[in-house]
């Protein structure tokens, strides 16, 4: 019973029960002793900061950790066949809890494997765009001093709204500065050229307020943005949130 546990026996449990791995009958014993046994509550207590930064901290698991839960689990490849010693009940009931809290600190360190490597594909990514929103940045910033460059202001009726813009003779251009409202989640801005008497969409913005480039296939006369339904489409279907016109050098 677990009210007879020794002061050795809960000592053995102290790793399980750290992790929360013992029942509940166990877990009332351990309590009483740690009231009076400061050794044992120290113990805990480094059992739960090795657990919590394992979890937390994104540090690398020690060495030989795998193959020292190996061992407490137990051997991969079957073991020959023999008749069972007899063991005491207590001391199996010591054993299965000593491998219950080896597999529940497998199943941490698995789940911290598993969360770096979905955090460090996170950063990859972020760090990807960043470079590309930077090489953005740079054309949109050689293409503004080109001596053949026009600039473009789209603005409001009320002038409250503004976009800069720059286009090159060869149609490439880019948004360059943008102040524009957020649109709610069934919305995205729309980029429109109009080139003779036709009106293109020179593509979908999104909620996106970064460095945006564009390519048309003509000469564009002017420029305008609108809001649309998310996925764009293919005529403005409301008025133009800001507009401009493309002086010709």
């Known amino acids: 019973m677990a009210s007879e546990l020794t002061h050795a026996d809960i000592q053995e449990l102290l790793g399980a029960y750290a992790l929360d791995a013992v029942d509940a009958d166990e877990v009332a014993v351990i309590d009483a002793h740690l009231v009076d046994c400061p050794r044992c509550r120290n113990e805990v207590a480094e059992h739960r900061e090795a657990a919590t930064l394992l979890s937390f901290s994104g540090a690398a698991a020690p060495e030989a950790l795998w193959s020292r839960i ?8 079957p073991a020959p066949f023999e008749l069972a010693r007899v063991v ?3 001391a199996r009931r010591v054993q299965l809890r000593l ?5 529940a600190a497998a199943v941490v360190i698995i789940g ?12 990859i990514d972020q760090l990807a765009a960043i470079t ?31 976009v800069d813009a720059v286009v090159l003779p060869d149609g490439q251009g880019y948004l360059v500065q943008t102040r524009l409202p957020t649109l709610g989640s069934d919305q995205t801005y729309q980029l429109w050229g109009v080139i003779g008497a036709q009106t293109i969409s020179l593509g979908v913005l999104g909620g ?5 480039a564009f390519k048309a296939a003509g000469p ?16 403005p279907t409301s ?4 507009k401009g016109r493309i002086e010709s050098t």
Do not use: M
């Open 132 to 162: 590309d929103q930077r090489g953005l940045d740079q054309a949109a910033a050689a293409a503004a001093v080109q001596p053949d460059a026009r600039r473009v202001r789209l603005q409001s009726d009320d002038g409250a709204q503004v």
């Open 88 to 90: 005491p009940h207590r």
């Open 99 to 103: 491998t219950a809290a080896a597999a």
């Open 112 to 123: 911290l494997l598993g969360f770096q490597v979905v955090r460090q594909n996170d950063r």
């Open 220 to 235: 564009l006369t002017s420029l305008a943005i609108t809001a649309e339904r998310v996925g764009g489409a293919v005529a």
């Open 239 to 242: 008025d133009p949130i800001v």
């Open 70 to 77: 190996a061992a407490d689990i137990g051997e991969a490849d």
């Open 208 to 212: 996106d307020q970064a460095t945006t």
